[in-house]
């Protein structure tokens, strides 16, 4: 039972987006700023994932942290911070009778990072794998 439902007036569709778009504003806005190195990446993206899973209305979360632009600092000072361009991240959230998959990452011929709308279908539907 959902007690917040009175306050949204929109459809079941509508709403699965509206859950997911406000999982990866709360993972740019959440995680951009970070240190991360190549051996903490992946405790990165699990943390991502993880924080993103807890929330309500959450099918699955995948995370990717794209690290191939080298670091430019060596030793105690070589990390660098996360940055929108090296998410890439997708939710799949299901709510009454809709599931929606919305993603995460940076498009190079907008130079920025983007989020949108993957897929919208009815709840329960398989869904296809694919990379983060």
């Not at 509508?14 to 903490?40: D, N, Y």
């Not at 130079?111 to 897929?119: A, F, G, N, V, W």
């Amino acid at each position: 039972m959902d007690r917040a439902r009175k306050h949204f007036r929109c459809t079941d569709a509508e709403r699965a987006v509206f859950e997911a778009a406000i999982k990866l504003a709360m993972v740019f806005h959440q995680f951009v700023g970070v240190p991360v190195t190549r051996t903490s990446r992946r405790s990165l993206e699990n943390a991502i994932e993880e924080a993103v899973k807890i929330q309500p209305w959450v099918v699955s979360a995948r995370a990717r942290i794209d690290l191939r632009e080298p670091c430019r600092r060596r030793g105690l000072y070589g990390y660098r911070t996360l940055d929108g361009r090296m998410l890439r991240v997708r939710v799949e959230t299901e709510y009454g009778t809709a599931r929606a998959r919305c993603a995460m990452q940076f498009v190079r011929d907008l130079d920025y990072p983007l989020m949108y709308i993957e897929r919208v279908g009815p709840a329960g539907a398989r869904r296809r794998r694919s990379g983060g």
